[in-house]
């Protein structure tokens, strides 16, 4: 236990190191979320407005923003692993008297700590423009953030399991795209009563939803009801199943 931990945090600090020497890829999975927040704010605000019920739209538009970063980084995470997976370096590390499993927590941790800066960077920017909480104490700030962190480490475990299913780098970056899609086709962007029937159901049911409403709910005091359970019932069935798919294929492709 004490050598995994050891090994993981070596690889944590080798995943930030590359992140330090080659940050293009960082800083575009960050910017573009950032750059959605504005374009939405400044471009479909005003349209988007009447939708909220009276709500100014940066207000309704930031604790659904704010997952937006988490599912950018699903193709990030996704491409490094596949980097890692097709550049000889694992072949390296199988020489290694170290854990098999490291590389994926490194990578892992690394990328969630990049994410809640990004988020943190949103929160931020989103504040400049307007965005004012209702209210919300300490203790339920540090529950919405709390809620992303779990999110973050769930998506980064399914972008991980991507990495290592796709054939080359290239193609790492397009299997997640159904991922950083779905926020634009929930509740984070407008309320679904907005939508066509069939539209609606399946915004209403998908992951990003329930999850973008228990924080809304957390920073804004709109009703939570049974969202908080769902997003925790979502988290956990994204993080284990991709934990799962992530670790066992990677010891297969180790093992040969």
Do not use: C
Request: charged share 10%; proline share 5%; net charge positive.
């Amino acid at each position: 236990m004490s050598t995994a931990f050891a090994d993981s945090a070596t690889m944590f600090r080798r995943n930030m190191l590359r992140a330090k020497r080659y940050p293009a890829l960082t800083i575009s999975m960050l910017v573009m979320p950032v750059g959605l927040l504005l374009l939405f704010n400044y471009i479909f605000g005003g349209a988007l407005e009447s939708a909220t019920g009276g709500e100014k739209y940066i207000n309704y538009l930031t604790p659904g923003m704010m997952l937006m970063i988490p599912a950018y980084l699903v193709a990030g995470i996704s491409v490094s692993v596949a980097m890692d997976m097709t550049q000889g370096i694992v072949n390296r590390f199988r020489t290694m008297h170290i854990s098999q499993t490291s590389m994926l927590t490194g990578q892992v941790s690394g990328t969630w700590v990049q994410g809640m800066l990004g988020v943190s960077v949103m929160t931020l920017v989103a504040v400049l423009i307007g965005f004012r909480s209702h209210d919300a104490t300490v203790l339920e700030w540090l529950a919405a953030f709390g809620l992303i962190g779990v999110t973050v480490l769930a998506l980064n475990w399914l972008g991980a399991a991507f990495g290592l299913v796709a054939q080359n780098p290239e193609s790492a970056s397009n299997l997640p795209m159904p991922i950083i899609m779905l926020p634009f086709l929930g509740s984070g962007l407008v309320p679904t009563d907005t939508m066509p029937t069939g539209v609606k159901q399946f915004a209403e049911y998908q992951p990003f939803s329930p999850i973008a409403e228990t924080i809304r709910g957390l920073l804004m005091g709109t009703e939570i009801g049974n969202n908080g359970w769902l997003a925790l019932g979502w988290i956990l069935v994204i993080g284990l199943g991709g934990y799962l798919w992530a670790a066992t294929t990677f010891k297969r492709k180790v093992n040969g």
